[in-house]
């Protein structure tokens, strides 16, 4: 049995142009795995290729050439696309965007009465989700009158009650507060650990890449650098060269080692620089 939750061979994706433009390459010749159960944090900035890849995955977009496949199943294989999007759920940037229903509790049902579930099956679902997202005392509510990570935390329920293996968020905190942020990753983590899921989390924000288990950077539609949390943000130059920043305290960090402070470069938590200082 494999323990391949994604796999990723030679993929490229042209959006088509207009005019006489030349098509864009949106992602060049990409290859990556993502194992069961791991948390895979993709970086870059805007135009970078990690919101397409997202949608590669999920089979929002089939690749112009090479192939994805989601636990073995080819994403070109049209009647097996329902499957891949049970297998795979995906979390977009706009929460309003994805809810559908005028009370949460509806909202989270209208994925699995979709894929055909059992009323009795989905009450389960829905109670569930919602406590694992700790939203259970506003399933009576609407979602409009919700805070945005509140409604965040709702998508991600209605995600959840279809049973994926694997979410695919896409820069879920970008339209958030601090706190909205907070929300989201303390639900990320939780997804993560407690219930096993695959996380495939896109972001340009560095401080939530530091959850990860794995970090890949991307560029022009290219990986361009590829580890732990630890080894990609102790490359601070080359992270700045990439136009992208590191958690403010690995920064920190840098500069006293600059300044001729013996304090290690590959700091991620303020504990840690505490403790080297």
């Known amino acids: 049995m494999s323990d391949e939750m994604i796999r990723i061979e030679n993929v490229s994706f042209e959006y088509e142009s207009y005019g006489d433009k030349k098509p864009l390459k949106a992602v060049d010749n990409v290859s990556m795995t993502v194992e069961k159960g791991e948390y895979l944090v993709i970086l870059g900035h805007n135009g970078s290729g990690k919101s397409t890849l997202a949608k590669l995955i ?110 695919i968020l896409d820069e879920p905190t970008a339209m958030l507060d601090p706190i909205g942020r907070r929300e989201i990753m303390n639900t990320l983590r939780k997804l ?44 601070v130059e080359k992270i700045k060269e990439l136009g992208l920043d590191v958690p403010q305290v690995t920064e920190l960090a840098y500069e006293l080692n600059k300044e001729g402070f013996n304090v290690p470069s590959n700091i991620l938590t303020i504990e840690e620089l505490v403790d080297a200082l």
Request: glycine letters at 8%; a negative charge.
């Open 58 to 167: 999920n089979g929002l977009l089939l690749p112009t050439k090479g192939d994805v496949f989601v636990k073995g199943i080819n994403t070109k294989d049209k009647d097996r696309i329902w499957e891949i999007r049970e297998i795979a759920g995906m979390v977009f940037q706009n929460p309003d965007n994805q809810l559908v229903a005028t009370i949460v509790e509806e909202d989270v049902a209208f994925g699995p009465e979709n894929l055909g579930v059992p009323p009795e099956e989905i009450r389960r679902r829905v109670d569930k989700a919602l406590e694992i997202v700790e939203m259970s005392e506003y399933k009576k509510h609407a979602p409009h009158l919700l805070s945005g990570g509140q409604k965040q935390r709702v998508a991600i329920a209605g995600i959840l009650a279809m049973k994926p293996e694997c979410i």
């Open 192 to 235: 993560n650990s407690e219930e096993k899921k695959t996380i495939i989390h896109i972001t340009h924000h560095m401080d939530e890449a530091v959850e990860a288990d794995r970090i890949i950077v991307m560029e022009k539609g290219k990986i361009v650098m590829e580890g732990t949390p630890r080894e990609i943000f102790s490359q």
